[in-house]
């Protein structure tokens, strides 16, 4: 933290620049495994990228899912509702198509699968495929993710059959 803490108090005058900064210190103490310096960081760069760029900017967009996954892996989904007006400033800025915001999307229908509201999460699931199905760089590991997550909820709800999930929704 004392490097890093140095380095971030430099460039407050610049909070494009903070923000960028913050995002790759946050991004590498992910790869080191230390996961709240992480958080630490990746917060701070969201903050600054909100208030510089505005939520829906894909910066703003990009960088909630960075901090979305660090917190998810440790646990912590208590930022769902933050992370999905993200998620909506983003589908209104840049389109309901573009890729960082399917995959924030992606990453919140996959935290909701934690509270078993599986005819919520099989709604949200379709409308994630119906929005990346418009994309014109169709990404298939998230539409093959959405699908399972789709499949699952349904198969919780007793109502998985051979056509309710198919190949051809991808």
């Known amino acids: ?17 903070s923000a960028q ?4 210190v946050g991004k590498a103490f992910w ?14 760069a969201l ?14 967009v990009k960088c909630a899912t960075d901090l979305a996954l660090v917190q998810g892996v440790q646990g912590n989904y208590g930022s769902f509702a933050q992370y999905r007006q993200t998620a909506d400033a983003g589908s209104a800025f840049l389109g309901k198509a573009n890729p960082d ?6 990453l919140l229908v996959q935290f909701q699968m934690g509270t078993g509201a599986w005819a919520e ?13 418009t994309a014109s760089d169709r990404d298939a590991q998230l539409l093959a993710s959405a699908l399972m997550v789709k499949g699952q909820a ?4 007793g109502r998985f059959t051979a056509g309710e999930v198919t190949l051809s929704e991808a």
């Open 1 to 17: 933290g004392g490097a890093s803490s140095r380095l971030t108090g430099e460039v407050r005058n610049s909070p494009a620049v």
């Open 21 to 24: 900064l913050n995002a790759a």
């Open 31 to 44: 790869n080191l495994g230390n996961l709240s310096l992480a958080e630490q960081h990746l917060s701070t």
């Open 47 to 60: 903050q600054l990228y909100e208030r510089d760029s505005g939520a829906g900017a894909s910066e703003t």
């Open 101 to 106: 915001v399917l995959k924030l999307k992606l």
């Open 121 to 133: 999460i099989a709604e949200s699931a379709t409308a994630l495929i119906a929005d990346a199905r």
């Open 154 to 157: 349904l198969v919780r709800m």
